[in-house]
C-alpha cells in the first residue's frame, strides 16, 4: 500500500485508534531500558546485554 493510496491515512487512522496499549507490558520496560543504554554503548563503540531483565 503506498502513501498516496486512496485509505492509506483512514487505516493507519482506526489502527491509532484501535491498537491496544502497551505501556504496561514488560518488554516495553525492557526496551526503554535498552534505548537508555544505546547512548553508552555507542560512545564506547561495543555491544553490552541491556541491564534489564529479560520479559
Known sequence: ??????????????????FPSLKGAASTSYYAEC??????????GYLIACAATKP
Open 1 to 18: 500500500m503506498s502513501n498516496d493510496a486512496p485509505g492509506y491515512r483512514s487505516f493507519w487512522d482506526e489502527v491509532g485508534e484501535t
Open 35 to 44: 534505548e537508555r543504554t544505546l547512548p553508552a554503548i555507542r560512545r564506547h
